[in-house]
């Protein structure tokens, strides 16, 4: 079965540091790796996502992440954060042909101080 | 832009009675899922729908069923709604297939059953 865990449930961080989030997956074969965010009293927002090739993919609003095999991870990073990024973020996971359920694992909420 | 419309953004029910929630989108998508967001545990999947009529389990189907008796709308019923299903439930839609497709998310019903 496959899943995904967030090990980090809250982190605050400084306006202007520099952030990651750490994402942990689980599957049998070659996942499709996603980044939602979702703003306070909204619903989610693809941030970015990883189906093949470059292990590094860009999304959008500065984000980046990477996948690493190796470690079963794909960890989202920004170098300088805003405060318009507190908001929540999940990582997905989904299969491939066939599979069409994706799982997200239980969020990490961004919280940013002045 | 992708239109996810949730026609209720709070709803408060009484234990037992039928509850109807609606979801409508306007971009002619093949895919819509339901899922239910509780804090701590993330989004999981309850039904998703391919095409009209059709309909599959996710991972926590009971105690509700589906409706997509139109392309562009997909309801999500709670036969005899329980103080168990007080949650934020959040409707998606997608193009294709969950590997390749963004999924867009409306901006959630907040259930409350008393």
């Known amino acids: 079965a496959q899943s995904v865990t967030q090990p980090d449930i809250h982190i605050t961080v400084s306006e202007g540091a520099s952030l990651e989030l750490r994402c942990n997956y689980s599957?049998?074969?070659?996942?499709?790796l996603f980044w939602y965010v979702q703003s306070p009293g909204q619903g989610l927002q693809l941030l970015l996502k990883?189906?093949?090739?470059?292990?590094l993919v860009q999304g959008i609003k500065g984000f980046e992440a990477e996948f690493k095999r190796s470690q079963s991870s794909f960890n989202l990073r920004k170098p300088s954060v805003h405060w318009s990024d507190a908001a929540e973020y999940f990582c997905?996971?989904?299969?491939?042909?066939?599979?069409?359920?994706?799982?997200f694992g239980t969020g990490t909420r961004l919280t940013i101080i002045p | 832009d992708v239109k996810v419309t949730q026609s209720s953004r709070y709803l408060v029910k009484r234990t037992g009675e039928k509850v109807f929630l609606e979801c409508v989108q306007d971009?002619?998508?093949?895919?819509m899922f339901w899922y239910r967001q509780d804090p701590g545990l993330g989004l999981r999947l309850i039904y998703f729908?391919?095409?009209?009529?059709?309909?599959e389990k996710g991972d926590i189907p009971e105690g509700y069923s589906v409706s997509r008796e139109k392309k562009e709308r997909f309801s999500l019923i709670l036969e005899s709604a329980s103080t168990n299903q007080t949650s934020m439930y959040l409707c998606?839609?997608?193009?294709?297939?969950?590997?390749?497709?963004?999924?867009?998310f409306g901006n959630g019903t907040r259930l409350t059953v008393t």
């Open positions: 998606a839609s997608s193009s294709g297939r969950v590997y390749n497709s963004p999924l867009h």
């Open positions: 599957y049998g074969a070659t996942p499709y």
């Open positions: 990883y189906f093949s090739g470059d292990t």
């Open positions: 997905a996971v989904g299969g491939g042909f066939g599979n069409e359920k994706l799982t």
């Open positions: 971009m002619d998508h093949e895919n």
């Open positions: 729908s391919y095409d009209v009529k059709m309909k």
